[in-house]
């Protein structure tokens, strides 16, 4: 008997254990997500100097992830740190994937429209639209695999947008972002390569804060 209690006892005490720890991830994982939002965009990406060939055609799409990290959250601003995670598709230039973090300022009126501004820098993974071929000990030429080439990267972007939750429940918040992302050193002929990036995207919290 004192040994089925002592037994009862142990299995009711790791039980509560593994239900408090449970809790506690869980209400991490709510005061992060709370925090920090999740932003998806979808769009094109063109070679292009600055404000220039917004509706290139053909059409080369770009997909981004990221998140935010605050500053500082006022009524009527925000000073935050993006990190995102990028690819884009080229038939004819070079594709890539894109890791890259930004300073930004975001304005927000009364109404739920906010404009950002921001300016990072990143790291480009390069890859070429055409086979590669390389010359063998034999002096035949043969196919090799791409691995991609490392390039260095900044880039600005400009947006405007809108707080569904302004006006309902939903956390949500769709933007137009228009941006440029400059490969350094891209080629021994071309010192940079800019691209022009726009995008339309969504930024949602997964919960309330």
């Known amino acids: 008997m004192k040994n089925s209690t002592a037994v009862f006892f142990i299995l009711f005490s790791v039980m509560s254990f593994h239900q408090e720890l449970t809790g506690q991830e869980n209400n991490h994982e709510k005061k992060w997500f709370g925090k920090h939002p999740v932003d998806l965009a979808f769009g094109s990406a063109s070679a292009g100097m600055p404000f220039t060939n917004f509706f290139k055609s ?24 993006s990190a995102r995670l990028n690819y884009y598709y080229s038939k004819y230039s070079t594709s890539g994937v894109v890791l890259n973090s930004e300073v930004c300022f975001r304005y927000k009126f009364n109404s739920g429209l ?96």
């Not at 059409?59 to 601003?77: H, I, R």
């Not at 260095?152 to 137009?176: A, P």
């Not at 350094?184 to 390569?193: E, K």
């Open 114 to 209: 906010f404009a950002d501004a921001g300016l990072g820098i990143g790291y480009d993974h390069v890859f070429r639209p055409n086979a590669i071929f390389r010359q063998n000990n034999n002096g035949e030429y043969e196919q090799v695999t791409d691995w991609g080439t490392p390039r260095l990267l900044t880039d600005f972007f400009l947006s405007v947008g809108y707080d569904l939750s302004k006006k309902s429940e939903m956390l949500l918040s769709i933007y137009l972002k228009y941006g440029n992302y400059i490969d350094i050193l891209y080629a021994p002929d071309i010192p940079a390569l800019p691209r022009n990036i726009l995008q339309i995207g969504v930024r949602y919290y997964i919960s309330k804060k």
């Open 58 to 81: 053909p059409f080369f799409p770009m997909v981004s992830a990221g998140t935010e990290f605050y500053y500082k959250q006022k009524d009527n601003f925000d000073f935050y740190q």
